[in-house]
């Protein structure tokens, strides 16, 4: 049975930071392309950010370049997005996923591309 369970989540203030992390199980991780995606209120989800399997190629969505950071640990199972210069509008519930498959340019942003998502962690920007 295969696990995600992002954490990291919280209310923090404008210009803040934080980082999340989501640990799989049940899966082999270091086989999958990772990413992160976030639904704020109101909203389609939308891609936030990926990271291919076998290199550390990263994709970012235009809303996040130079401010959030993917990286993933295969030895824990544990993709992470480090995100800075955080505003209101990042304010969403953010989800992890994973696809067994290679993650292009193209198609990263296609949630069918992924085959397991978490259950979101909840991030708050108070202005």
């Known amino acids: 049975q295969v696990q995600l369970v992002e954490s990291g989540g919280g209310l923090v203030q404008t210009g803040d930071s934080l980082r999340l992390s989501c640990v799989s199980s049940g899966l082999t991780f270091s086989s999958y392309g990772m990413a992160w995606f976030r639904q704020a209120p109101g909203k389609e989800r939308e891609f936030v950010a990926a990271m291919r399997r076998g290199d550390t190629i990263a994709y970012y969505a235009d809303s996040v370049r130079g401010r959030f950071t993917i990286s993933r640990d295969n030895a824990k199972n544990t993709v992470t997005l480090q995100m800075n210069s955080l505003s209101p509008e990042d304010t969403a519930v953010y989800y992890c996923?994973?696809?067994?498959?290679?993650?292009?340019?193209?198609?990263?942003?296609?949630?069918?591309?992924?085959?397991?998502w978490g259950q979101g962690t909840q991030v708050t920007v108070s202005s």
């Open positions: 996923a994973v696809a067994n498959r290679d993650i292009s340019y193209h198609l990263k942003s296609f949630e069918a591309l992924y085959d397991y």
